[in-house]
């Protein structure tokens, strides 16, 4: 069996009869704090303190964690620079039968950090793949941000270049739902700058510090937040949550002397756009529909130069 102690039910027993034949070694993926050590739950605090080995971004960094609750384990490295070497290396440990937890330095592995690899290698092979969930900073960022939370996408981190910035936040214009993006303090500025400039004037909220001491949400526009960091740069871990756009405000930002088949080809060009999301984006520019924008597009190719 993979995990210990665990509960006498159906839905562990339908669990447990899935990894029938596989290897006795398992991947634990355990949620760690991302700022107060208080969040972390009591059973990844066991897995923990019953794994063989626990594999790490910063060993210094989990150590500070593991005395706080006074666990001894050996500790391993694993970030993005010997991700491809390590990987290897654990699988052969779990195809032995070690149990191994990975965690990264805060919240859950493999979201906007590595694990993917050990992950995938673990699943080709049969090992037992075990998350053992946490904290996350984007989430508690969404739900303290005031922003609409329904609907969400999670993009991690903005692209450092600028060029590179603004050709994905031109694919996100098309997007309706509300978009999280992890940004270091030394770019946030710049990329609330681009955000405003090309998603539009929407409803956001920079999560900074979230569960640390020094916790804070700033919210309002992209333009009002762009106007608080002039006064006031921002410091330590940031979360930016940038809220739907309004109809009419996506309507508005449309150039009307162009086109809407140089926009379209536009759209493709810079924005590394294919065609259909292209029509797709132009037309929410113009508030009009997917298939009126291809009648007129098909209509304006009909016309006569």
């Given at each position: 069996m993979c995990a210990?102690?665990?509960?006498?039910?159906?839905?562990?027993?339908?669990?447990?009869?899935?990894?029938?034949?596989?290897?006795?070694?398992?991947?634990?993926?355990?949620?760690?704090?991302?700022?107060?050590?208080?969040?972390?739950?009591?059973?990844?605090l066991r897995i923990l303190k019953e794994v063989d080995l626990?594999?790490?971004?910063?060993?210094?960094?989990?150590?500070?964690?593991?005395?706080?609750?006074?666990?001894?384990?050996?500790?391993?490295?694993?970030?993005?620079?010997?991700e491809m070497t390590r990987s290897p290396e654990?699988?052969?440990?779990?195809?032995?039968g070690a149990k191994i937890a990975l965690v990264s330095d805060a919240g859950m592995p493999l979201v906007s950090d590595p694990g993917y690899r050990l992950v995938t290698l673990c699943v080709?092979?049969?090992?037992?793949?075990?998350?053992?969930?946490g904290p996350s900073a984007m989430l508690a960022a969404l739900a303290g941000s005031g922003v609409p939370s329904e609907e969400f996408l999670f993009v991690g981190f903005l692209p450092a270049r600028s060029g590179e910035r603004r050709?994905?936040?031109e694919r996100l214009r098309i997007e309706e739902r509300t978009i999280i993006f992890y940004e270091a303090p030394h770019r946030i500025a710049e990329s609330i700058a681009d955000a405003r400039e090309i998603l539009g004037d929407r409803p956001a909220c920079i999560a900074r510090e979230v569960t640390k001491l020094h916790e804070e949400?700033?919210?309002?526009?992209?333009?009002?937040l762009e106007e608080s960091l002039t006064e006031r740069p921002a410091r330590g871990e940031i979360t930016l949550v940038v809220g739907p756009a309004e109809a009419s405000a996506v309507s508005g930002q449309v150039d009307t002397s162009q086109s809407l088949s140089d926009r379209v080809e536009e759209?493709?060009?810079?924005a590394k756009l294919d065609r259909k999301e292209a029509l797709k984006l132009a037309a929410k520019e113009r508030g009009i529909s997917r298939r009126t924008a291809y009648d007129q597009l098909v209509e304006s190719k009909a016309k006569p130069n």
């Amino acid at each position: 069996m993979c995990a210990k102690r665990v509960p006498n039910n159906s839905a562990v027993a339908a669990t447990t009869a899935i990894g029938s034949g596989e290897s006795d070694g398992c991947l634990y993926l355990v949620g760690t704090p991302i700022g107060n050590l208080e969040d972390i739950t009591l059973r990844a605090l066991r897995i923990l303190k019953e794994v063989d080995l626990i594999a790490c971004e910063d060993t210094r960094h989990t150590q500070k964690l593991l005395s706080h609750y006074d666990i001894a384990k050996t500790l391993v490295s694993y970030h993005e620079h010997n991700e491809m070497t390590r990987s290897p290396e654990l699988l052969i440990k779990l195809e032995d039968g070690a149990k191994i937890a990975l965690v990264s330095d805060a919240g859950m592995p493999l979201v906007s950090d590595p694990g993917y690899r050990l992950v995938t290698l673990c699943v080709r092979h049969k090992i037992r793949v075990v998350p053992i969930p946490g904290p996350s900073a984007m989430l508690a960022a969404l739900a303290g941000s005031g922003v609409p939370s329904e609907e969400f996408l999670f993009v991690g981190f903005l692209p450092a270049r600028s060029g590179e910035r603004r050709r994905m936040l031109e694919r996100l214009r098309i997007e309706e739902r509300t978009i999280i993006f992890y940004e270091a303090p030394h770019r946030i500025a710049e990329s609330i700058a681009d955000a405003r400039e090309i998603l539009g004037d929407r409803p956001a909220c920079i999560a900074r510090e979230v569960t640390k001491l020094h916790e804070e949400f700033l919210r309002g526009k992209l333009s009002h937040l762009e106007e608080s960091l002039t006064e006031r740069p921002a410091r330590g871990e940031i979360t930016l949550v940038v809220g739907p756009a309004e109809a009419s405000a996506v309507s508005g930002q449309v150039d009307t002397s162009q086109s809407l088949s140089d926009r379209v080809e536009e759209l493709i060009r810079q924005a590394k756009l294919d065609r259909k999301e292209a029509l797709k984006l132009a037309a929410k520019e113009r508030g009009i529909s997917r298939r009126t924008a291809y009648d007129q597009l098909v209509e304006s190719k009909a016309k006569p130069n």
